[in-house]
């Protein structure tokens, strides 16, 4: 039995069968939850909650990663770097430790009508929904179309009145509001939870990160019709984003990005008068990998597709590059002791990946998995294939602060020693 010891509020884990994430405090009491962790070969695996207590009071620490992601620790809680496990109050400013590359599909997805998946996902983005009446609005014909065909799917009218550069959709309903008798699209938004919240306070519901896998890609098209953004420049690697001016929006859709095996770096968007307008938020997708697989899995609705087709065809002629996306350097330490142990020079290695001897250059710098999994070929050593194939990614500390003191839960671990809290992989002591 190993145990952790997590922030009761601000850390999210999530659950195996629903793939709902869910704080600490909501297991207190409850027994036998699987979450995810990862195996000793670096693979995602089920983890087992035997039990959930109250702890108190303790300090914590808040380490801001170079993802954009933030993660409330306590100063006993230890994450994973590449040489093993490392506690938070020794991490520092450089230091990669592991996160999640991929989360696997809920083994029990609940599933949502189309339509209302779309219209959720526009309201989320492009609609009015912190008071009666709500309403929507683009100029982008396809957008408003396939919201008023959803809204009729709800029993309501929809009517349009002309804006300066959009048009905006309202959501009469179709009799008279009567005692007992109220407009069905609200009541659906408020058994949400979305009525009423203004633009910096909107998030995704909880239900939608229990969706099937093709749902969510569908949910992020349409969100992604609303304010996100594909672009090709005349020069370089196209640029995919999504901004919002809620942060706890931005995580959401980050973390739903996951599920269809896209890494995105959240980011703080430049504010030019910080008295009139919200501080912003960009999620963004970058890397050649990671785009492809969002020009090809998700797409955008509306007019904005036939820039991802534009995305695609750009994609498709330039060649990956891995600063991002690697392996911290410090595995070249483990792979030359390797080589020393095997009696195999770095000349020897080079013959055997098949590339020009470069000295000690190619040691200088983190490895992409594709390299890392023919040098672990080329030495025949299963860790290096491990880290080679690990469904997790490095992500750079850039900050850390202290955070005061806060409510945290003791976590019972029965058949493992790890889980991911807010998509970072951490272990229990």
């Known amino acids: 039995m190993r145990l952790v010891r997590l922030p009761a509020a601000d850390a999210l884990i999530r659950r195996v069968d629903t793939g709902e994430r869910l704080a600490p405090s909501r297991l207190v009491g409850e027994c036998r939850t699987r979450v995810w962790g990862l195996d000793r070969s670096l693979r995602m695996r089920p983890t087992l909650i035997s039990n959930a207590t109250s702890a ?3 300090q914590s620490t808040r380490v801001l990663l170079a993802s954009g992601r933030i993660a409330l620790v306590t100063l006993d809680q230890q994450v994973r770097v590449l040489t093993g496990p490392a506690p938070t109050v020794n991490l520092s400013v450089g230091e990669a430790i592991a996160v999640s590359r991929h989360v696997p599909e809920p083994l029990q997805p609940t599933e949502w ?3 209302h998946l779309i219209l959720l996902a526009h309201l989320l983005g492009d609609g009015c929904v912190a008071r009666d009446p709500i309403y929507y609005c683009s100029a982008d014909e396809a957008n408003l179309e396939v919201v008023e065909k959803a809204a009729r799917s709800f029993g309501v009218d929809t009517r ?3 804006g300066r550069g959009v048009t905006y959709v309202h959501f009469p309903m179709v009799e008279h509001a009567t005692w007992g008798r109220t407009n069905p699209l609200y009541d659906w938004l408020r058994d949400l939870d979305v009525y009423g919240k203004v633009a910096h306070n909107k998030q995704v519901p909880a239900a939608i990160h229990q969706l099937h896998n093709a749902d969510t890609a569908l949910f992020l098209r349409h969100l992604w019709a609303t304010d996100g953004s ?26 739903m990005l996951l599920r269809l095996d896209i890494g ?16 912003g938020w960009m999620v963004r997708v970058s890397g050649r990998a990671d785009q492809l697989q969002f020009v090809i899995r998700i797409g955008v609705h509306g007019a904005r597709e036939r820039h991802c087709r534009a995305a695609f065809a750009a994609l498709s002629g330039l060649r990956g590059n891995p600063n991002v996306d690697v392996i911290p350097r410090e595995v070249w330490d483990y792979t030359r002791d390797v080589m020393a142990a095997k009696r195999v020079t770095s000349r020897e290695l080079a013959r055997r990946l098949e590339m020009s001897y470069c000295g000690s250059t190619l040691y200088k710098a983190g490895v992409s998995q594709r390299r890392l999994a023919r040098v672990a070929e080329a030495l025949d050593d299963d860790w290096l294939r491990d880290l ?12 850390i602060e202290p955070a005061g003191e806060i409510e945290v839960c003791e976590l019972e671990l029965a058949d493992a020693d790890n889980l991911f809290v807010n998509d970072v992989l951490t272990l229990a002591g």
């Open 56 to 58: 108190g009071v303790q």
């Open 113 to 115: 009508p189309s339509d």
């Open 160 to 162: 349009r009145s002309p």
């Open 230 to 255: 594909v672009t090709i420049p005349k020069a370089g690697q196209p640029r995919i984003y999504y901004a919002t001016t809620s942060r706890r929006l931005a995580d959401d859709v980050q973390a």
């Open 264 to 279: 995105a770096r959240l980011s703080a968007a430049p504010v030019r008068d910080a008295s009139r307008h919200k501080q």
């Open 388 to 399: 080679a194939t690990a469904q997790i990614r490095w992500d750079r500390v850039t900050r």
